[in-house]
């Protein structure tokens, strides 16, 4: 029988600018964000809880939208969003 639940969609963070040493791992509903430095991981918590926020007022999962959804919401959450890096990094 095959589990329906065994293969869910969910939004993979990925902070590679991490130099301190310490490694992050953040887990939550649709959502794993991994590495980072401390603004960067805090910058994918941010825009990772405003996509569940937006989730919530569609009524809708992760699953259940369509890419295009996705993808609107994603814009209005600057997920898309690239930062300049900081001097001396």
């Not at 590679?16 to 918590?45: A, C, P």
């Not at 990772?48 to 992760?62: G, I, P």
């Amino acid at each position: 029988m095959k589990d329906k639940n065994l293969f869910k969609r969910l939004l993979l963070g990925l902070g590679f600018d991490g130099k301190d040493g310490i490694w992050r791992v953040t887990r939550g509903e649709n959502y794993q964000l991994l590495g980072g430095s401390e603004d960067t991981h805090g910058e994918m918590q941010e825009k990772a809880a405003k996509m569940n926020e937006h989730l919530k007022k569609r009524k809708k999962s992760l699953d259940e939208v369509t890419v295009d959804e996705f993808i609107e919401i994603a814009e209005k959450v600057e997920m898309f969003k690239t930062r300049k890096a900081k001097p001396g990094t």
